[in-house]
């Protein structure tokens, strides 16, 4: 394969005589570069998830259950004469009563839940940090709330 350059001018008479002047280069196809091939979504979702130990799901249901045992460790706890004692609760324990409270895990979990699944589009890592976090703080409430109700006994 040849190629000539043609120059960028109107006058025809100065493009033939460029052209006779322009020397004729030899070019080459460039070389085929092979691809990868694609893996399927099944292969790379579980390639994700034995690298970081348990997988997000599972923290998201672990998120989840502990959130509802500090329900009913805060339930039982108020049942049995304790105060709340994060003032936010208390205010809505006072105000709505213990649905309130209910309602409120839930906004949380489903909160925290989409932020974290939304997270991990941009960082698997930091979802998965931030999730183990919330996870650790909320396992901190219940084993506060048991330790104080153990304590009132």
Aim: glycine share 10%; aromatic share 6%; with cysteine.
């Amino acid at each position: 394969m040849t190629t000539s350059v043609q120059p960028h001018t109107a006058d025809t008479s100065s493009v033939r005589h460029t052209r006779e002047q322009l020397a004729v280069a030899q070019t080459q196809p460039l070389p085929v570069i092979e691809m990868a091939p694609q893996h399927s979504y099944a292969a790379r979702a579980g390639a994700r998830a034995r690298t970081g130990g348990i997988p997000l799901l599972v923290w998201l249901g672990i998120f989840g259950l502990l959130n509802g045992v500090d329900i009913l460790s805060t339930w039982v706890g108020l049942a049995n004469g304790m105060r709340e004692g994060n003032p936010l609760m208390d205010a809505l324990l006072g105000n709505y009563g213990f649905g309130a409270l209910i309602g409120y895990k839930l906004a949380v979990v489903v909160a925290v839940s989409a932020g974290v699944l939304l997270l991990r589009t941009f960082s698997s890592h930091i979802a998965r940090v931030t999730i183990r976090i919330c996870a650790v703080l909320v396992a901190l409430v219940v084993l506060t709330n048991v330790l104080q109700f153990i304590a009132s006994r």
